[in-house]
């Protein structure tokens, strides 16, 4: 799943010690656009909390896997970043402005041609 939005809280690095070792998270908060703007806690784990070095005010594209589990009769849904791209004016490629109306052979100064190859 993608989510787009921008940035509104980075909460702090979690770190613990489990049976396969020391592990850390970090979660931050991800506001979403749109006439009621919902945000969306949002979970970095491993690796990727360096990574991706999360800031306030950035405009960033989230995929996310969401996952409800389980425990002691209660429901609990994650919502866990692998991949995190940065929007905006710097980091993005333009997106190229193609004129359909242009491309044909008249645009070429040619005649257009009746004969069909089938």
Avoid: H
Wanted: proline residues 5%; glycine residues 10%.
């Amino acid at each position: 799943m993608e989510l787009s939005g921008k940035i509104v809280q980075v909460l702090d690095i979690v770190t613990g010690e489990g049976k396969n070792g020391q592990w850390k998270k970090q979660d931050f908060i991800l506001e979403l656009p749109g006439q009621y703007q919902k945000k969306v806690c949002i979970t970095i784990f491993g690796d990727k909390v360096e990574q991706f070095n999360v800031q306030v005010g950035q405009e960033v594209k989230v995929d996310v896997d969401v996952a409800s589990r389980e425990y002691n009769g209660k429901w609990f849904t994650n919502v866990n970043a692998w991949k995190i791209e940065t929007q905006g004016s710097e980091g993005a490629d333009p997106i190229p402005n193609y004129d359909i109306a242009q491309e044909g052979p008249e645009a070429q100064g040619l005649e257009p041609s009746d004969d069909l190859p089938f």
